[in-house]
Structure formats: C-alpha cells, structure tokens
C-alpha cells in the first residue's frame, strides 16, 4: 500500500530528524491501520512506545506481533516481554497467561519454563505451577521434546503436591514415579518413607523399597533398601 509506505516514511522523519517521538507514532499508527501485520511498522513503534515509557500502547503492539508472529523463538521472547510488563504492572493473572504462552511457544526455552515457575513461587500460584510440570512432563514422556529430566519434573511437582497443596496421596504418586526414574534419589525416598509411614501404609512403604531396591546401580542404596 503506498500510502501505508508514505505514512512509514513521514514517522521515520518525525522520528529521526524532528525528535517528535509522539507524532511519530500517530503516524506508524496510521500506517498499522491499513497494514496491520506490517514488521516494519510493527518494529518501529515498538521501539518508539519503549523509549517513550508508553507500556499500555507498547504492549497491544507486543501482542500484535506475538500473535502475528510465525517465528517460535521470537514469539517466546515477545510473550516474556509481555510477561515482564505484567509482573510490573502487578498485572499477575496476565503475567502468568503471558509466560505460559511463552513456554508454549518454544516449549524447549528453559528461560521461558525457569520465568513462568519463577513467577508461579514468588506468587504462590502453585495451581499453575502444577499445570507447567504437567505440560512439560506430557511433552517429554510423548516424545515430542528432551529438554528436561523427567524425573526432575516429577520431583519438583512433588514438592508442590506436598509440601503446598498438602495432596499427599498425588505427592507420593509423583515421588514413586521420581524413584523409578532415579532410584538413587535419596531426597524422593525421604518423603516417601515419611507420607507412607504417616498413612501406615507399609505395603506401599516395602514395594517403593523394592523397587529401588531392583533399579539403584549404588550397591550401598540396595543394601540399605
């Protein structure tokens, strides 16, 4: 669209030569207007809303472009972008949104799994912390991505399961799960030995035993099963 160009071109000049950093961005505006999924405009006034402090029109622009996007990567960093806008806004039910779509965008991102579970601690948002372990354990155990230790996962859905939702039942599920996965593991063997002695749940206590029993290449951990 011509006009959409010289519309591009009269913010670039009241943007580089005339430092009208406002009217700039009326005019990009105008260009997005009749090109909505026009990088270039898209780029432009992202950099003008962020040297101008304008986070309400930054971030519509930031969700243009994530949505508009076919790069995963850079969809995951738009999506964090928007998520540390949130966070700072205290806007915490959009920062959670933002940084889940972040991780699904590029679910192999560790930066972007590390921020959302970050996030979900820091705010005790343990539901949905509970709904990032279950995606990325879904993820690994289909095959579809290996950027994390299953067992790990297990373990740190665990913690949650026990120590702040008090499900003891499904933590000892994901704990079993953990020494399976690594029977080694002295930290998952601990809180089993304590859920299941408080449930008096000896059969289960002796078959998690076995199992690690079967499963350890420590020879002293199968001799203390």
């Known amino acids: 669209d011509s006009r959409a160009r010289l519309l591009q071109k009269l913010g670039a000049l009241r943007r580089d030569h005339l430092d009208q950093p406002a009217r700039a961005a009326a005019a990009y505006e105008e260009a997005l207007a009749l090109d909505p999924a026009d990088l270039a405009t898209l780029t432009a006034l992202t950099e003008l809303y962020e040297r101008t402090d304008n986070e309400a029109d930054l971030l519509r622009i930031l969700s243009t472009r994530a949505a508009t996007s076919e790069d995963d990567h850079e969809r995951c960093e738009l999506y964090q972008r928007i998520g540390e806008l949130k966070q700072a806004r205290e806007d915490i039910d959009g920062a959670v949104i933002a940084y889940r779509q972040a991780f699904e965008a590029e ?23 509970m709904a990032l372990y279950n995606n990325a354990i879904e993820r690994v155990e289909s095959g579809l991505q290996r950027a994390y230790r299953l067992g790990d996962l297990y373990a740190r859905r665990g913690q949650i399961q026990l120590q702040y939702l008090k499900r003891m039942d499904d933590a000892a599920t994901s704990y079993k799960r953990v ?27 002796i078959s998690t035993y076995e199992t690690r029993a079967q499963l350890t290449t420590d020879d002293s951990k199968r001799i203390d099963s």
């Open 179 to 205: 020494v399976e996965l690594d029977p080694d593991s002295d930290t998952a063997i601990k809180y089993l030995d304590s859920i299941l002695s408080e449930q008096s749940d000896w059969g289960g206590l």
């Open 107 to 129: 679910p192999t991102n560790r930066t972007a799994f590390t921020d959302m579970e970050k996030l979900c601690y820091r705010y005790e948002r343990w539901n949905d912390a």
